[in-house]
């Protein structure tokens, strides 16, 4: 994920977009939700939180559709 958003970081200077902001706010996020959720049921025994990792594998996903609109420029 950090390599991830080091080539976004990148492609914004390149291609100044919002796309390129929501990807990475989607991979922040999804990063937190779905390794934050797995260490918090892990670490402290709160098995109740473990349902949030999915959303943080969908935001992970949703990073890369955020940036289909970008493909013309590639």
Request: hydrophobic share 65%; proline share 4%.
């Amino acid at each position: 994920a950090a390599l991830f958003l080091l080539v976004l970081m990148m492609l914004y200077r390149q291609i100044p977009s919002i796309f390129v902001i929501v990807s990475q706010l989607c991979i922040i996020m999804g990063v937190f939700l779905f390794c934050g959720t797995i260490y918090l049921k892990h670490l402290c025994d709160f098995s109740a939180i473990s349902q949030l990792a999915p959303f943080g594998g969908v935001l992970f996903m949703l990073s890369f559709v955020a940036l289909l609109p970008l493909i013309k420029y590639l």
